[in-house]
């Protein structure tokens, strides 16, 4: 596995990783809400400044992780590849050359909260609703 840019005409491609990563991990997202987050994601991606993906042997996208000022916006992998050791590698990527000092993670996402613990990060405050209003706490973790 490497990291490399994304390119503009993989987006796509990683707006697909984006939901296959959500429908694995999140199980209380609805369809109706991966309806209202899907073009809020794929519109996201050329406005994101610090953006990294990560490629299989094969140099097809398997994965991403998007910074901005220091904040870890989005850190997604194909479900195929989970448990790996891509995720670690997005974010080890993320702290060297991002910045990355800080996540928002869903606390109805228990893996992730571990995942983002095990790598140093500390809970700091949580909000009861996630930035689009529904009813998902957020947990702001630091390091």
Do not use: C
Not at 32 to 58: K, M, N, T, W, Y
Not at 80 to 106: C, E, M, P, Q, W
Not at 113 to 140: C, Q
């Amino acid at each position: 596995m490497e990291i490399s840019d994304i390119r503009p005409d993989e987006y796509e491609r990683a707006a697909e990783l984006w939901e296959a990563s959500v429908r694995a991990t999140h199980s209380f997202v609805t369809e109706a809400d991966l309806d209202v987050f899907r073009p809020l994601v794929r519109a996201s991606f050329p406005e994101i400044a610090q953006l990294a993906g990560l490629r299989g042997d094969d140099g097809l996208l398997i994965g991403f992780i998007g910074v901005a000022d220091g904040n870890v916006e989005m850190l997604f992998l194909d479900p195929a590849y989970r448990g790996r050791g891509g995720g670690s590698l997005l974010l080890k990527h993320a702290f060297a050359h991002f910045a990355a000092t800080s996540v928002d993670v869903n606390e109805q996402n228990p893996q992730a909260v571990g995942f983002y613990e095990h790598h140093g990060f500390r809970r700091v405050s949580r909000t009861p609703h996630d930035t689009t209003g529904k009813p998902y706490p957020i947990l702001h973790l630091k390091l």
